[in-house]
Each structure stands twice: as structure tokens, then as C-alpha cells.
């Protein structure tokens, strides 16, 4: 469906005409992009009274396909919109060839491109990869899925690029010649729109590019399992995981690759799950020829992500509350995500497990056996309050439901005060506030970023 066509800029150029299908970031960054480039572009939205006006010489609703392709000599998908839209079919009738915004950047940008995917990690893994490559590359930048749109940067004389790319980027985008591509792993989301597992893991295949041979290529055993056809060894594809020459172990917590034995134990992000996105990293950044020294060393100094498990900062709550560690995981949009952030905890660790949202299109089977082996209470708001509740209420654990955050968070202070008050909790022991939702936040923000920082003001506010 998608071009491969247009290799060069030279090609790229033979266009005059541009549709850009969808606009919002991405489809918005590629008009800046086309129209610095003398090009002509045209917008088509399913909400065109919210469009920039500024950037694109006409404006359509995508209602109309015939009429909206007249005189239109290539499109420009943006990642949101469904393969089987009717533009895209007419398009596909009519042969006009259809680039994705990432494909467009990369016919601009000449040098090496790390790509990251996976269904969870992904963004902390290519802020990782990126924070330990500076040191080397200071001359670098990151985007993609991680919010900074490819085409806005994509004329810079840059040293490197680094990009964390969806499964909806790489549906688009058939071969976009990275230097080095990690698939961190698997897990049943975005099926609304993939349909089948096996559908969702050659769209992310499509990041590698193994025909090369200079790309280099990282990926999870277990990833391998969803596809259909068997891939082959390759001296290129190398495996990360339990028995394979990349590797992780805890007690101590290091990071094994063939080069170097890494010392993690002051990596700041806890956990298996960070251990592994870290090994990821480390792989990535040894093929870009760094020494183990400055690995070592640049890791080490890595804080994380905004809204992806980190810790808020209670020195300023009052005093009862001050031990208590709250987490923001807002990032956290399915059950695969958040189960992975909670694999540390066990039974009797003082856990206020806060879930809500949209649910994805996912089984619930997972949450309710972890559920059960921790035996702590869940607090769940939103969405997932009416589509989780005949099946939680059937465990026969404790869990309680609220309409929003503000409710939830007023009555979860209420719990913690009773407890702290009846000395049930042990002194030494840190009760744990988590906010990982498990599900999409379109119920109720725009985002997961809004969430999160409604999450933190929250907090401050009732327990400050």
C-alpha cells in the first residue's frame, strides 16, 4: 500500500501537490516541512474547523474522497488514520503513491537512524539509548513516537537520529534503512486496528532491515513466536533475553552483552523490566561504537520519563505522608505495561494499586491472577470502572470504583489515614501509592500526559 518509490529527494521533488491525510503533530510538522520546500499542501481532516488554517493552502473534511484527490500528486498519511480509509482506497485506484510522515523525513535526513519499538518500554528505552549516545554524538536528536515529529528536524546536519516508532508508524513506513532497530517485546494491544497478534508483530518486523548488511538488529526471543514464518539466523539479528549472548541478572543486578559485564546496581530505574530496557540500550549504543566506560558511566546519570514510574517528590507533604512513595505511571496504557511496573511488589507491601481509563482490547486474566497473589486492595476510576466490573467483582478481593481521579484520591487518603491511625502499618514498612491506569485516557484528558499531571496536582493538594 505504501510507496517505496520515492528513494530520493530528487524523486520527491517530481510532486508539487500534496495531501495530508490527518492533521495533528505529525501531519502538521510534514506541511512545514513540504511548503519549505516550495510544495503545495492540502489538508484533509475528519474535524476540519480545527485544523491550522496557516499551513496548508485548503482545508477539507475527508468525507469526499474523489473531490478531495483532484490534482493531488502524493498523499501524506499521519499514523491515526485506519489503512481502510476511503481516501486511501481511492488513492490506491488511482495509484498515487502514499508516504507516512516518518518515510517522508527519513527521503530528507541522510545519516544514521536508530529505530526503537516494542509494546511497552519503548519510550524509556529510547530516552535511554539516547541520554548514553549524547556523550558521543552530542550533535543528536530524538523523536518520533516520543512526541517530536521526525520531518521537524529532519534538514538538520545532524550526527544521529534516534526514534521510538509505533506499530501504526511502521505499518506506514516498508523500509526506512536504519543503521541499528530494537523490538523490545510483545504484548496484546492495538488489536482495534491490527486485528490478529500476528498482524501487530510484522508491523513491527518492519523495522528491521536485515537485508543490510550494516543494520544491525535487537530483538526479544519471545517476539520471534508471533510470526508466521520462521526467521532463519542471521549474523545480524541478534536475540536479547534469558539464554542468549545479551542478557540480564538480578542479585546483582548487571547487564551481560558479549563485549562487557555492566554494573547496574546504580541504575535509578528499578526493576527487571528497566533492566532489560537498559541491556537494549546498552546493545544499541555498543554498535555505534561506544566504549563500555561511557556506557557505563552515562547510565548511571538517567532519570527516566516524565509520567513513566516516577516518583513524586513528598518532601513537602505533611508528615504522616512523607514516607510514603507515590508514583506516577500515567504512561501506562495497558495491562502488559502496568503489571510489568508492578513485578517488584509481593503480598503485605503496603500497595494502593490505582487503574483506570479506557481498557485496551486485551484479556483481564493477567491482572486478576496478579491481583490474587498480591491480595491488596485495587482503586479503580473512569471507564474501566463499568467495562472491568463483573469480572473484578467475581475475585472476591477488595476493590472500589469511582466516577474520576478527584473522588478516588480523596477517599484513598481517607483509607491511608485510618490505617496510619490504628498503627496497622509497620514503621518500617513504605506503603506505595501507584498510579499506572492500564488503560487509554481518552475518557476523561487529552492525554496520558494531562492525566499524569492531574494525578500530581492531586496529590499535592490532598496529601500536601
Known amino acids: 500500500m505504501f510507496s517505496e518509490s520515492i528513494p530520493t529527494r530528487s524523486d520527491l521533488n517530481q510532486f508539487q501537490n500534496f495531501l495530508v491525510l490527518g492533521g495533528g503533530s505529525s501531519g502538521d510538522s510534514s506541511a512545514k516541512l513540504l511548503t519549505s520546500q516550495g510544495k503545495i499542501c492540502i489538508l484533509a481532516d475528519k474535524f476540519p474547523e480545527k485544523a491550522n488554517t496557516s ?11 474523489q473531490e478531495t484527490l483532484e490534482g493531488i500528486d502524493c498523499i501524506i498519511k ?15 485506484k488511482k495509484g498515487l503513491p502514499i508516504l507516512s510522515e516518518i518515510g517522508l523525513a527519513r527521503i530528507f ?9 516494542g509494546t511497552d518500554g519503548k519510550s524509556t528505552t529510547t530516552a535511554l539509548t539516547y541520554h548514553i549516545l549524547k556523550s558521543k554524538f552530542p550533535n543528536s536528536k530524538m523523536g518520533g513516537n516520543i512526541g517530536v515529529p521526525f520531518t521537524s528536524f529532519c534538514l538538520e546536519p545532524l550526527d544521529l537520529v534516534v526514534l521510538e516508532l509505533s506499530s501504526y508508524q511502521l505499518d506506514d513506513s516498508p523500509n526506512l534503512k536504519l543503521t541499528a532497530s530494537a523490538i523490545l517485546n510483545l504484548a496484546s494491544d492495538h488489536l482495534e486496528r491490527h486485528k490478529t497478534m500476528e498482524a501487530y508483530a510484522k508491523a513491527k518486523w518492519k523495522i528491521q532491515n536485515l537485508k543490510d548488511p550494516i543494520h544491525k538488529s535487537f530483538v526479544s526471543p519471545n517476539f520471534l513466536n508471533f510470526l508466521r514464518d520462521k526467521i532463519s539466523d542471521h549474523p545480524n539479528l541478534k536475540l536479547i533475553g534469558e539464554n542468549q549472548n ?34 537494549f540500550a546498552i546493545a544499541l549504543c555498543e554498535t555505534m561504537g561506544m566504549d563500555w566506560k561511557e556506557i557505563q558511566n552515562e547510565f548511571e546519570s538517567f532519570t527516566g520519563l ?17 514516607n510514603i512513595q507515590f508514583i506516577n505511571d500515567s504512561k501506562s496504557t495497558n495491562l502488559h505495561s502496568m503489571l510489568s511496573g508492578i513485578s517488584g511488589f509481593k503480598k503485605d ?4 494499586l490505582i487503574l483506570g481509563g479506557i481498557p485496551k482490547s486485551e484479556p483481564i486474566d493477567p491482572l486478576i491472577n496478579r491481583w490474587k497473589e498480591l491480595q491488596s486492595p485495587i482503586w479503580v476510576y473512569g471507564k474501566a470502572a463499568e467495562v472491568w466490573k463483573l469480572e473484578l467483582d467475581a475475585v472476591g478481593l477488595p476493590v472500589h470504583y469511582f466516577p474520576d481521579l478527584p473522588s478516588l484520591l480523596v477517599q484513598l487518603k481517607q483509607t491511608i489515614d485510618l ?13 506505595s501509592v501507584i498510579f499506572s491506569p492500564a488503560g487509554a485516557s481518552f475518557d476523561l484528558y487529552k492525554n496520558f500526559e494531562e492525566r499524569g499531571n492531574h ?7 490532598i496529601f500536601g
Not at 516524565?306 to 512523607?322: A, E, L, T, V
Not at 507491601?349 to 494502593?352: A, K, S, Y
Open 55 to 65: 499551513l496548508y493552502s485548503k482545508v477539507l473534511s475527508d468525507n469526499h474522497p
Open 78 to 92: 499521519s499514523p491515526g488514520i485506519l489503512p481502510d480509509h476511503p481516501i486511501l482506497e481511492e488513492a490506491r
Open 109 to 117: 535526513y541522510k545519516g544514521p537512524v536508530i529505530g526503537i519499538t
Open 246 to 279: 545479551y542478557f540480564v541478572s538480578l542479585e546483582p543486578n548487571q547487564v551481560h552483552t558479549p563485549n562487557h559485564i555492566y554494573d547496574a546496581s546504580k541504575f535509578p530505574l528499578k526493576g527487571k523490566h528497566n533492566l532489560m530496557n537498559l541491556c
Open 306 to 322: 516524565p509520567h513513566r514510574f516516577r516518583k513524586i517528590d513528598s518532601s513537602g507533604f505533611q508528615n504522616q505522608y512523607r
Open 349 to 352: 507491601d503496603g500497595l494502593f
Open 419 to 431: 490505617e496510619l491511625e490504628n498503627n496497622e502499618n509497620p514503621k518500617n514498612k513504605t506503603l
Open 455 to 461: 494525578f500530581e496536582d492531586l496529590t499535592k493538594e
